[in-house]
């Protein structure tokens, strides 16, 4: 399987964001977007997530058979925001992810053990702090298995040991032959991720 950009560009009303951006990333390989705020990281992210249409350019899952016909089936999206309802719980919030994927390969108290929040299963959403919300948000790649990670800054909020622990994840995650493309302001621990800078050159 690989994922394939070519020629990418973006424009959201204003003028343009970034043009003429490509890579191709194969199984087990990761890619992490850097640059200044506003250079257009998040955009990327979306554009290649499917949810913002590019003004020019391809962004083309191969090989993914059947089972990932395309980005959309192949991919979890984890947005700068958490995406959670804040009163409900975190079970319920989860569940709700869980179903919305479609398939259920990993349980709710599985997928928390993962994250180190088993114990916050009942509480409301809205009472964990800011790092543990994230980490809830993380559990949600669990739930449902896909090769494509596509993470607008992952690890935004985390203490230093559970940054660590995404980036045992995010390793995990590549070796099982996963690929991952990551905007993030904060360095991920994980060897041999490429590399794309945005707010000067705009390849890798
Ligand atoms: N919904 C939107 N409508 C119009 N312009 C937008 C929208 N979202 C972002 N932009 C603009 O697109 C540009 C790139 O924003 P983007 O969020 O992609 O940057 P970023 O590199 O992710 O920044 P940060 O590091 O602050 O998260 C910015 O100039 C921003 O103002």
Not at 8 to 19: M, V, Y
Not at 61 to 88: F, I, Q, R, S, T
Request: net charge negative.
């Amino acid at each position: 399987m690989k994922l394939a950009v070519s020629g990418l560009a973006a424009d959201r009303g204003a003028g343009i964001i970034f043009e003429n951006v490509g890579f191709t990333l194969e199984r087990g390989t990761g890619l992490v977007v850097i640059g200044p705020n506003g250079a257009g990281k998040s955009t990327l992210i979306r554009a290649v997530a499917g949810l913002l249409r590019p003004s020019a350019g391809t962004v083309v899952l191969e090989g993914g058979g059947e089972e990932w016909p395309d980005v959309a089936a192949a991919c979890h999206y984890l947005g700068p925001a958490n995406a959670m309802k804040p009163a409900l719980t975190v079970r319920e919030n989860l569940t709700f992810w869980r179903d919305f994927g479609g398939q259920r390969d990993c349980d709710i108290a599985a997928a928390l053990e993962i994250v180190g929040l088993a114990h916050t299963a009942e509480l409301p959403f809205s009472y964990l702090s800011t790092g543990q919300r994230r980490r809830v948000s993380i559990a949600k790649l669990f739930l449902n298995r896909r090769p494509l990670w596509l993470l607008d800054e992952p690890t935004s909020g985390l203490d230093a040991a559970a940054e660590a622990r995404f980036a045992e994840l995010l390793r995990d995650h590549l070796e099982d032959g996963g690929i991952a493309v990551a905007a993030t302001h904060l360095p991920l621990d994980v060897a041999g991720l490429r590399e794309l800078r945005f707010g000067a050159a705009v390849a890798a």
